[in-house]
């Protein structure tokens, strides 16, 4: 199952919860007293209030567990699958790749039926949240670096079946490579791979 929180704005009271549990919580052993995780939250200038309806949300989601601590106080664990989100997380911010001139591009073609729309949208959803841009229907372009993480993506949505994945050369169109990143950026709401190659191949070099 994908726990990533694609709900989450960023720098809402969710996605301030999910930073502090991924900085804090997992060199606490992975459990946190619901006090200490409130004090954490009031540091960043969150209200009591909302630090305990964040906590209540993410609970929800099957992120955090209840426990009670070795000192007798509520608290929560993170969820055993919980791992692999804030590992993501992890390579995102603090492995950032840029992509270059010679790196290989991922694509990821696929067919899903409209008995499975729901795996269809989620997939979307996933595409769109690791930084992909949609080229045309059931075909979407991602740096070649994230291709293990389109990988689980796909099997964590139990499409993988339905699903072909190719790592290629820069793509070759009509026109600009910058301006075919731009219309999948659009597709995309503007994703991070489409916004850094529009940057990069707009530059007079690659005219």
């Known amino acids: 199952m994908i726990l990533d929180d694609l709900d989450s704005r960023p720098g809402s009271t969710t996605s301030l919860l999910r930073t502090v549990v991924g900085l804090y919580v997992r060199d606490l052993g992975g459990a946190v007293a619901v006090a200490d995780l409130v004090d954490l939250l009031g540091a960043l200038g969150v209200p009591p209030a909302g630090a305990r309806s964040a906590v209540s949300r993410v609970k929800a989601k099957g992120r955090l567990v209840p426990v009670t601590l070795d000192d007798g106080r509520a608290g929560y664990r993170l969820a055993p699958d919980a791992g692999p989100m804030l590992a993501r997380g992890d390579r995102r911010i603090f492995g950032y790749r840029q992509q270059g001139d010679d790196d290989p591009w991922c694509l990821v073609s696929y067919s899903l039926p409209e008995e499975r729309r729901d795996a269809r949208h989620q997939l979307r959803r996933h595409l769109a949240w690791i930084g992909a841009g949609s080229v045309a229907d059931g075909l979407w372009i991602t740096p070649g670096h994230l291709v293990d993480e389109v990988e689980e993506i796909l099997v964590a949505l ?38 850094a190659a529009r940057a990069r191949w707009a530059s007079p070099k690659h005219r």
């Open 158 to 195: 139990e499409v993988r079946d339905a699903a072909t994945v190719f790592l290629a050369g820069a793509p070759r169109g009509a026109g600009a490579f910058a301006h075919a990143a731009g219309r999948w950026g659009g597709r995309a709401r503007g994703c991070r791979c489409c916004r």
